[in-house]
């Protein structure tokens, strides 16, 4: 065992991986809410990512007033997506909806193309760049960053689903539409609310990305990344999610230790999730905490 | 004509309800297409020939090249052709049976490297075609039978990872494709004879549209077909009538994937060669537009849509062309970012037919000819 090599990789993992599950978090809100299974939600990262920066380097703003209005550009984003392209479809089938979200992801990436070019760019730099002593590693502070946002996204969803009277609509949405809009609850408006909260918390992901890596259309990635995690988590749990996200980060980096130190394939990083999503629907479809109602046949 | 044609659907035993094309009319209409197409490349053929064997009269040259739709246009009736018959394969899955793939372009290439490589080990290309569509099918199973047993929401993820593993596999595999030089494959031959210009290869596309699309025709009308529509409109109905759903579904994502393999064949054949990175996921995505555009549930309708998809970028590259050089192109960029445009127009498209046409072109085309019928009492 490497363990200098190991443990680099495995706290890379972790950071990855909160990312990850907060990506999935963003998703599952989506698929709770309203049922839309979104493959579109890496455009929302791509997209927030390219406005940020945006912002910062053409417009020369500050880190926090460039964010802030990407903030409110995502929710924009996302209601306006949700009003124009998701609403007409309410109660088309599954194969409909999965389809106008793969639509949506097409246009926006071909778009971000278009107008930013295909090369990735580097955000200007937000965060110091020395590196910090941490268990005995070296560790770039913008890591830290990236992995702290991503704890307090978390806590912000615990608090939100919990404590705030929007978050407990939702909740009651998603448990019963019905029943939900004769206590008062506009589902409509719920739609709308959760649209925009995926996109901004999504977009918040993509800027901490941009920050770490540079912004480039690889970023859509975690878009499809996303679906190893929540098939782990269970499709509509959000504590699944997150959890699922940190398990596909590490998981992703102890396959790129076995693969560097014993097998010698290439590329086993990026394909090692998807192997591990094949068996998950094989042995426990549901995942870690979602809801057993599937119908197995 | 001693026999009316019927201004309805007036059938009267389940004989007639069974046959292939409503009325006799459809049938010769059909006969006609398909011999008219056969005519196509002739033309070019004989403009050819006349050439190498000595001077043709100016007057006749001109009088063939008013029909000559040239290689260009012929090459684009080849992809219509295999594309249209991978996207017949994804509507008999996603449109007859309600489950979905995104992963259709992988096993596209499964059927193009496997014929291109059973080809190399000695078989004619004609016995390579078929026999790639079965490996692909085999593949198909293997990745269709985790999902099969669940919904058509978990057989997407599940084609999804089958579309990112297959790609790895393509790009490791060297001893099957090539790795990344690609691998390069040769044209059919029957007897000596080479089918390696478009004007030859077209007829072998076109028998082999023929084939596939009657098959599926066929398939619709037995027992197993019904079965499939079954499945997709209620699938526990469908269960308690004593269809088994795990087989149906499995079965419909085998016969999914045979289509797209002998696509992906004719495909291979046709460029004769076949790159590694041709078969993304933003293929896979292609499939799904032609067979949402064309209509799903439409076996016309899987060639409507590979003719849309085909169609459309030469659509774009023409408008880009014609504004080229004024002041949009300039402001734009459009010469530069020409396959973005594509990208855009065909994602936009896909939602837009979602939206306001979910029946597909097939649906408007049964409206054109509603129209038409009743001329001009159609209201």
Known sequence: ?297 | MTAMTPAGDFRTSYRADMSLFATRNTRLAVLLGVALLALLPLPSLIRQYLENGGGLAQSYDDFLAVFDIGRYGLGLLIQIGFLGIAALGLNILVGFTGQISIGHAAFFGVGAFSSAWLHDHGLPVLVCIPLSGLMTTVVGIIFGLPAARLKGLYLAIATLAAQFIIEDFFARAQWFTGGVAGRGTEPPALFGFSFDREETYFYVVLVAVVLMFVAAANLMRTRDGRALIAVRDHYLSAEMMGINLAYYRTLSFGIASFYAGIGGALYAHYLQFVSVEAFNIGFSIQFLGMVIIGGLGSISGSLMGAAFMVVLPEVVQAGADAIAGGPVDQALKLGANISFLRDMVVGAVIILFLVFEPDGLAHRWRLIKAYWKLYPYSH
């Open chain 1, 1 to 297: 065992m490497d363990w200098n090599l190991l443990l680099p990789l495995l706290l890379n993992g972790l950071i990855v991986g909160a990312l990850y599950g907060v990506v999935a978090m963003s998703f599952v809100l989506i698929y709770k809410a309203s049922q839309v299974v979104n493959f579109a939600q890496g455009e929302f990262l791509l997209v927030g990512a390219w406005v940020c920066w945006y912002f910062l380097t053409e417009w020369h703003l500050p880190f926090w007033a460039g964010f802030l209005f990407t903030m409110a550009f995502m929710t924009l984003f996302g209601i306006i997506l949700q009003v124009v392209v998701l609403r007409p479809l309410i109660g088309e089938p599954v194969i409909s909806v999965i389809m106008a979200t793969i639509g949506l992801g097409m246009f926006f990436q071909a778009l971000m193309k278009w107008i930013f070019g295909v090369f990735a760019r580097p955000f200007p730099p937000i965060f110091a760049t020395e590196r910090v002593e941490l268990l005995g590693l070296q560790v770039q502070p913008v890591y830290l960053m990236s992995l702290a946002i991503s704890v307090v996204i978390m806590a912000a969803f615990a608090w939100f689903f919990t404590a705030s009277k929007h978050g407990l609509a939702m909740r009651a949405t998603a448990f019963d539409q019905q029943v939900a809009q004769s206590l008062g609850i506009s589902v409509p408006k719920v739609f709308a609310m959760s649209w925009a909260i995926s996109a901004l918390v999504s977009s918040v992901a993509g800027v901490v990305v941009g920050a770490v890596n540079g912004v480039s259309s690889a970023l859509s990635f975690y878009g499809i990344k996303v679906f190893p995690a929540v098939i782990l988590g269970g499709l509509d749990s959000i504590v699944g999610a997150v959890l699922g996200g940190i398990i596909v980060g590490l998981l992703e980096n102890l396959a790129q230790y076995v693969d560097a130190t014993w097998l010698n394939w290439g590329n086993m990083y990026a394909i090692a999730p998807f192997y591990a999503l094949i068996l998950i629907l094989l042995v426990k479809p549901y995942g870690l905490f979602g809801t057993k109602n599937i119908e197995r046949v």
